[in-house]
Structures are given as C-alpha cells and as structure tokens.
C-alpha cells in the first residue's frame, strides 16, 4: 500500500498545477532549438525575467468583509464578450510546438470563450485558422515598406470575419534573441516579410483605415508619449507590451508602465496589456492598475506543445480559476470592483 501510494503520487507530481509547470512540459515534448525560439529574449534576458519579477512586486489589499459567494469574471473588448479579462496573444509559427499549430489553438480559444490574436507569422493562414472554428479572434499585422502583403492580409482577414487588426509597432528590425543565434535557428522562410518593417504609424494607421473599417489596436507601447500618439492617430486600443522581452532588452517591466499608459489614454481608449502573466492574481494587478484585459504569450505556447489543443485549454482556464480565487478572496464580485486601491506597488507610500 505504501508502494502503491508513491507510485500514483508520482504520477499525479506530472500533472501540471499551475500555468508555469507546462514550461517543464514542453520543454520535454520538443527540440532544444525550438524551445529555446519560444521560451527565449533578447540579448542578457533582463527583461525577460523582470516582465515576470515586477508581478511578484506589487501585494493586494483584500477587502474581505465582502459577500463573495458569487462571482463573475466575465468582460468585453470592443464589444465583444469574453468569459474573462484574459486572452490568447499573438504568436509565431504554432506548428513547431504542435502538428495542428493555431488550429488547435484557435478551437481552444473559442471553447474557452476568449479572443484569440492570430500572429502575421502563423503556421496556418488567415482563412484556415477562421474556418477551424467559430469564434470572434483578431488579426496581427507588421506593416512591411512594400504595403502590398499587408494590403492583402487585412483584406483576407476582413473577408474571412476576423475583427480587429492588431498593428505590432515595436518591431522595425528584429531583436537579438542569442539563443536562436547559437543554436542557429532558422526561422522558416515566412513569406509574408520582406524588408523592414515601415513604423511610420501616422501614415500607416491612415493608410489602413482607407482599406479597412475594423478597428485598428496598437501593440507595443511602452510610454506615455507613444500612448498619446496612439489616441492622436484613431487607434481603438492600446497593448502595452514589449514583445515577451524579445526585442529590446532593458525596456521595462510591462506592469509597471500600465498607470503611465492608462492615464495618458484618459479612458479615450482600452489598455491591455501582455508579458509575464503566469498567475490569476497578475490578472487581478493588471486590472487594478486600469488594464482591460491581459494578452498570455508563452504559457499558451507551452500549452501546445505539451498536450495539444487540450493544454492550451487547461492553460486558460487554469488563468481562469485562479484569477476567480482571486476576486473572491481579494474581496471583488465583478471587474468593476476591482480599483486601484487593491494593490500596492513600489511607488505606493504606506
Ligand atoms: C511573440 N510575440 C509576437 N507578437 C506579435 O505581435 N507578433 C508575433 O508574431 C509574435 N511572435 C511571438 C513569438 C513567440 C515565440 C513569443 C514568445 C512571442 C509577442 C507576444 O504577442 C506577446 O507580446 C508576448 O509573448 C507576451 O509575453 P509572455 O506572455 O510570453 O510573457
């Protein structure tokens, strides 16, 4: 008997129980050099670590004296519902991690009842990825100088009903990730780049919306000047984001620049924000410094990799639950309760 119980307590030891245990997973489930491309940043990974460490520096002030026996997590994105503040980022070449790639991830968006953001760089293109499924999902856009490729991807995306274009604008040239460079990760020819990236955004925001009536979303802003700018030039929302600290290292920390970018904004305009979410009490921190919703990169990836379509799945709703646990115990019934006030961060004087 005893035997017996360390044995299916072993087994039971391999079953993830939080979202950062299937980093362990799909580290066993895939090549080193495909890992490394997901997992990696740029250059001394500072940034990389912060995105997550800048989370465990901010507390919660619970107010418990507060009738929690129900809870609703439940919000919306420009109008579109979503069963909680937390949504699928977008991500490069899906297939690497899983033969189905974003098609599975797309059908485990939907069964969650999230938005998922198609990555310009996909393994699947627009039209397969919205046919795997239904659901409302966002297409991620790089604006190269010749706007042909863009023209005729927001075009398709339009066509084949996605609902927002989210424009990466932190990406004029590509970070320098080592860990591809020493293992000499050949990203696969993707056949939408060409040149660099134009970042020439009153022009391109003007130009898209001559071409699209969808929404246009800004990803990649960092500081107040680039959020005011956001608003100046029709953006509907915001992602603050530093590209899951691949690109320029030493940018800081995402949650520590939510307020900055939420005040400049004025409510004009949603923020989300994405890097280094592992926890539902994340979640709660960025809603409470004024987010709308948060954006999960990796995890998802992982998800993939370990388990398929299932993972990514039990990855959401993992985020899910605990960021349920975390309202309740935190003293808030919906979003709307959730305030400043419930957190403390460095900055906060006691
Ligand atoms: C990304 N990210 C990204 N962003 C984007 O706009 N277009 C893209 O094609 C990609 N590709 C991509 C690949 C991989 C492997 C990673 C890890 C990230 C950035 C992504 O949208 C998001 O900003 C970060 O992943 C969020 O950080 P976390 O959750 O990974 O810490």
């Not at 084949?160 to 990203?187: F, H, Q």
């Not at 940018?251 to 926890?279: H, L, Q, Y």
Request: overall charge neutral; aromatic content about 6%; some cysteine.
């Amino acid at each position: 008997w005893i035997a017996f119980t360390i044995s299916s307590d072993q087994t039971m030891a391999s079953e993830p129980v939080n979202v950062s245990e299937f980093e362990a997973l799909a580290k066993k489930a895939l090549p080193k050099m495909y890992f490394d491309f997901y997992a990696g940043g740029a250059e001394d990974e500072y940034t990389l670590k912060d995105n997550e460490e800048a989370y465990q520096r901010i507390t919660i002030r619970p107010r418990v004296l507060v009738d929690v026996s129900r809870i609703d997590t439940s919000t919306s994105i420009l109008g579109y519902p979503i069963s909680s503040p937390i949504m699928v980022a977008p991500s490069a070449l899906h297939q690497l991690a899983n033969p189905e790639g974003e098609l599975a991830t797309a059908r485990a968006s939907a069964a969650s009842n999230t938005i998922m953001i198609l990555s310009f760089s996909s393994s699947y293109n627009v039209e397969e990825v919205a046919a795997s499924c239904d659901a409302v999902r966002f297409f991620q856009l790089y604006v190269y100088r010749g706007r042909h490729i863009a023209a005729n991807l927001v075009e398709r995306a339009e066509r084949s009903g996605y609902k927002a274009i989210v424009l990466t604008v932190d990406c004029p040239r590509l970070g320098r990730r080592e860990a591809d460079i020493r293992n000499r990760m050949i990203v696969p020819k993707l056949k939408n780049v060409e040149g660099f990236v134009s970042n020439d955004v009153d022009a391109d925001v003007a130009w898209l919306k001559s071409i699209t009536s969808l929404p246009i979303l800004l990803k990649g802003i960092l500081t107040h000047e680039d959020a005011l700018k956001a608003v100046e030039v029709g953006a509907a929302g915001v992602i603050v984001s530093n590209h899951g600290a691949r690109q320029l290292d030493y940018s800081p920390a995402t949650i520590t620049v939510v307020e900055e970018v939420v005040r400049a904004v004025k409510g004009k305009i949603p923020v989300i924000v994405d890097g280094g979410v592992r926890r539902g009490t994340d979640v709660f921190k960025a809603l409470a410094l004024g987010a709308q919703a948060v954006l999960v990169g990796r995890p998802i990836i992982y998800g993939l990799a370990a388990k398929g379509e299932q993972g990514v799945k039990q990855v959401i709703q993992m985020l899910k639950d605990e960021f349920e646990l975390t309202m309740a115990l935190a003293g808030c019934t919906s979003l709307k309760d959730i305030t400043r006030s419930h957190v403390r961060t460095d900055r906060d004087r006691f």
